[in-house]
C-alpha cells in the first residue's frame, strides 16, 4: 500500500509517511509498520513487484534496484524490473516480476507477448549475467522464487526473516 501511495502521490514522502506512522497509539502498530514504509517506493509498478521486493528482502538477498533502463545499440531500449549488481557494480541478474495477465490474453494475442518477452530477454543478455522471472505463485510459495534466484546466480547476503515468511500464505490467500 505505501508503494501505491508514493506513486500515486509525487509530494508524498516516505518520511511523511513514517511521521504519520509515530502518531499511531499503538506501540506495537508502529513497530511492525516501520520498516514496510521506511523501504516503501514509488517505483514498484505493480503490487507484484512490492510484494516481491519484500519476498526477496525476507529471504536474506540484497535490495534490488528497481526499473533499471538499457539501451541497445539497435536503439531499443528495455526496463527491468529489477537488477543487482556485482560488487564492482556491473549489471549482473535481472530479475522480472511476471503476471500471468501479460499472457491471458486480455492485452493482446499471448504468443505475440511470448515472442515479444523472448526478443526483450535476448536483448537484455547483452547486458547481465541471466535473468529471472518469476509469477505470484512464485512469490508466495517464497521456496520456488528463493531457488529461481538462486539459479540466477544470487546468493542470500544476511539470514532469512522467518517470521515474516510464515505469515505470508495466510495473508496473500
Not at 61 to 77: L, Y
Request: proline share 5%.
Amino acid at each position: 500500500m505505501a508503494d501505491a501511495a508514493l506513486r500515486l502521490d509525487p509530494g508524498l514522502t516516505t518520511d511523511i509517511l513514517c511521521g504519520v506512522n509515530e502518531t499511531r497509539r499503538s506501540s506495537r502498530g508502529r513497530n511492525l509498520a516501520r520498516g514496510p514504509l521506511q523501504r516503501a517506493s514509488a517505483l514498484a509498478e505493480t503490487p507484484l513487484e512490492s510484494v516481491s521486493r519484500a519476498v526477496i528482502g525476507w529471504l536474506g538477498f540484497a535490495d534490488p534496484e528497481q526499473q533499471v533502463d538499457f539501451r541497445h545499440a539497435g536503439g531499443e531500449r528495455d526496463r527491468a524490473d529489477f537488477l543487482w549488481r556485482s560488487t564492482d557494480g556491473r549489471p549482473t541478474v535481472i530479475g522480472e516480476a511476471d503476471g500471468e495477465i501479460k499472457y491471458d490474453g486480455r492485452f493482446g494475442d499471448p504468443v505475440t507477448a511470448m515472442r515479444d518477452q523472448r526478443q526483450r530477454d535476448r536483448r537484455l543478455q547483452h547486458h547481465v549475467r541471466s535473468i529471472a522471472h518469476w509469477c505470484w505463485a512464485d512469490v508466495i510459495e517464497y521456496d520456488s522464487l528463493r531457488t529461481i534466484l538462486r539459479r540466477a546466480g544470487l546468493q542470500p547476503t544476511e539470514p532469512e526473516h522467518g517470521s515474516q515468511l510464515a505469515t505470508l500464505r495466510r495473508a496473500l490467500s
